[in-house]
């Protein structure tokens, strides 16, 4: 669900750290996730 996918964006935004979901991917990027 539409819900299920949020809130799992805003968990990996507090893994990584992030401020703003492109700052996510270049996090993620940085760590090679993708």
Request: charged share 25%; net charge positive; glycine share 6%.
């Amino acid at each position: 669900s539409v819900r299920t996918y949020r809130r799992h964006v805003a968990d990996v935004l507090r893994i990584l750290g992030a401020t703003s979901r492109p700052h996510a991917a270049l996090l993620a990027r940085e760590r090679g996730w993708i």
